[in-house]
């Protein structure tokens, strides 16, 4: 009888593999109803191409060329085995705050299918030769350009396919390209996330216009996150700088698929500067910090489609963490909770399993006291004083699981150290994507 | 022809869904061949009861009753949300340490279904009946009985239950029946977990025999892990728990399944002092040494075993980080790897993904130098130098990915620091068992 049901089940599976395979991979049920109408940046114009990196039939390379005079700020990953192209994205961000009025065009390349990382010294030899390329047929310096690279980690980049790319790339340079350009450094994103934000300064309207990619993977790529973000503000390089330094802490930094690192995540923000206004130079001067909220909120959107289009994802996961000792802690528990296998999995079941919230709590190695929790899903008191709360019920629990977007408060009921991180829900598609065999 | 697909798929995996639900859920197919014959300690009895907490059917409360004389030694949980009985457990383990030949028997008390985790004030209530309740029918003092409690976390202990069948456990204490208590706490483990091992000291033979239950789990359950080890062997209160924590750093704190901390880890050492041997009471006897190997083997054994049964698991993967600044470094760089679900999950895809390894050990936050790791699968060199090393074929990395133990190593090249750890593989079985809603 066992065996009959046993024999039963290989013969489903093995059916059930065949006609998933037959079917595209699916859009993301959390993706944004459509791609945002993005303006157009001043100064800043985009080119696609199908290079054949490794995909077939799509593009996989992404030029954006970037007017003189304009300021870039940057943050990578702190992965210590980070890529050749983030390390010389980090010497070129050097030299550029280090001068920031030197002058001259900048330029980014990105491709995806390789992430050229792991490639030892062939690695920066392609990135080289890239840099040379784009130097020459844009005419502009080497240093001043960007390049990433994101998919497959160990395999050279084949980069002469995007060299003999890169004359085609330069004729078909356009300010209205963005969307191309956020879908041609998709991996295995389910959709391009793109988001933008306009607001007045000294009577100029300012653009603020970006796009990512992530958490879409084929093995074994990483979970890279690429984003880039322009915009036609006046700021100063070392303003700007510290802008995106600070927002993306509030931002990219509070997400998480799956608590691995890549080895390419890249964020450039541009600021053309060619908005009719007089220069932001100072932190402290209001304009920016007008500029700051849009921009965190133009940030916030793509890192939340990042967590949306999380590898497998069914729900959203918003944690929130008060009443923590400090800021930091808050962040490091919310963490804690929205990186544990069994809370993600027992939100992919749709089960109020709050037991494993008040574990991932206890696991933070931060200051917590267990008679002090305080838990609510959305709006739901769930536990308090160290125990289930009088009036909860599981039917009530149940009924809100159902949601897309699930938001898990927690209080610890000690200061008021605060932090907010998304992420996604742990399913079977996560097992699916990241087990299958390589080919 | 997409559509109807996709309602083909979804009539399969209803089909599947139900006949699964038929199916005894299957043992693991990392356990040992049989259950050791564990030897008789002199000076400890045990005794099994279905007291019907939460499973019906089966045992789920364990007696352990050890001689006037012994010695004990634990460690904990450091969960800051950790249970009632853990906290009851450091209180008693500190009164002992503090009077360690106060005198008296001692004993301990372990339920399955129900954590009395999160439960409040009741929680300690019911801790305290059971322990009143075992001092009465035992003839002991309640502040020398040691309580845990393993299962579903928030729901309140129906302690009256186990009270109930305190005098039937103490009526059918039995040297041999430690087999029936390593079953009697398994609480979704698919098989019962035993170790042993025999040394001279001083010409006599002292015995070491041990249990475990850890890493099965059903929704909404904690990977926790309670052990319980006895030997005969005559040791000081001090030279025991120090040597517990030290082998316990060697072993239990090196495994990992999902990253998720239990709110019940307990891991108790008795030396019941009946062997015929003078006392050892100073660490550096080379008695101790001799002892400590011994108790390592039994220790790392069932350390294994417990990874062996992590959640869905299909291979037991040991991480071996050599050549990092230090040990403790070496240590959080295994972890990394054994805690990513990348790497898990390529293990279970039989993926030879050693970018995923590269990746890992980039995050871990510790110093390392990409271009001079070198990473090997069991016995393949697979990458050195910063890139792919020029004999690897994915063939070989393929082929040895098949096995059911699988090795990585990693050499850092920094220094001398080293660590292993084991884990388990990431596999659907790990989201179906813990995605499921509770009932």
Redesign the interface.
């Known amino acids: 009888m ?1 065996a009959d ?2 024999k ?2 290989a013969a ?2 093995a ?2 593999a065949e ?2 395979a ?3 991979p699916p859009v993301s049920p959390l993706a944004p109803a459509a791609f945002p109408d993005l303006p157009l940046i001043d100064g800043v114009r985009f080119a696609t191409a199908e290079a054949g990196v490794k995909y077939k039939g799509r593009t996989d390379v992404m030029l954006a060329e970037i007017c003189e005079g304009a300021q870039v700020a940057g943050v990578f990953t702190r ?4 890529a050749a192209p983030v390390l010389r994205c980090e010497e070129a961000l050097a030299a550029h705050t280090a001068a920031p009025d030197a002058g001259g065009k900048f330029a980014i390349l990105v491709n995806s299918g390789n992430a050229n ?7 920066f030899e392609s990135v080289d030769a890239l840099r040379a390329g784009v130097a020459a047929a844009l005419g502009c310096e080497a240093a001043q350009v960007f390049t990433a690279s994101t998919g ?3 395999e050279p980049l084949p980069h002469s396919r995007i060299e003999t790319s890169l004359n085609g790339l330069v004729g078909a340079l356009d300010a209205g390209h963005a969307r191309s350009a956020a879908e041609a450094i998709m991996t295995t994103d389910t959709f391009a996330k793109g988001a933008k934000a306009e607001l007045e300064l000294d009577g100029a309207v300012v653009k603020i216009s970006g796009f990512a990619k992530g958490s879409g993977m084929i ?2 790529d ?2 890279t996150m690429l984003v880039y973000i322009f915009t036609d503000a006046k700021i100063s390089q070392s303003v700007l700088q510290r802008m995106l330094w600070l927002e993306n802490a509030n931002t990219f930094n509070c997400i998480t698929v ?6 390419s995540d890249t964020l450039l923000l541009v600021a053309t500067g060619r908005a009719d206004m007089p220069v932001i130079k100072d932190f402290a001067d209001p304009r920016a910090r007008k500029f700051r909220a849009a921009l965190q909120g133009v940030m916030r959107d793509l890192a939340q489609q990042v967590a949306r289009d999380g590898e497998g994802a069914t729900k959203l996961i918003e944690v929130r963490v008060t009443g923590a000792n400090a800021d930091g802690p808050a962040h490091r528990i919310a963490m804690s909770i929205a ?4 809370v993600k ?2 939100v ?4 109020p ?4 919230v ?14 002090r ?1 305080t838990i609510r899903f959305g709006d739901i008191l769930v ?1 308090e ?4 709360a009088p009036g909860y019920t599981e039917e009530a629990g ?1 009924a809100y699981m159902k949601q897309d977007v699930i938001v898990i408060a927690v209080d610890i009921g000690l200061d008021s150290g605060k932090a907010t991180v998304w992420t996604c829900d ?3 598609q ?3 994507i ?5 080919s």
Do not use: C
Not at 79 to 82: A, E, G, L, P, Y
Not at 348 to 351: C, K, L, V
Not at 434 to 438: F, I, L, S, V
């Open positions: 066992a049901i046993t039963r089940i489903l599976k059916e059930l006609l998933e037959q079917l595209p992965s210590t085995t980070r990382a792991f490639t030892g010294g062939r690695g497959v980690i160990g093995a074994p990483m979970a799956d608590g691995d690192t890549s080895t990186n544990s296998p069994l999995t027992a992919a079941g749709e089960d399993n709050w037991g494993r008040v574990m991932a709590v206890g696991k933070a190695g931060e200051r917590a006291d267990r008679d929790l536990a004083n160290g125990r289930v149940a742990l399913t079977h996560y097992i699916t990241n087990a299958d065999y390589r």
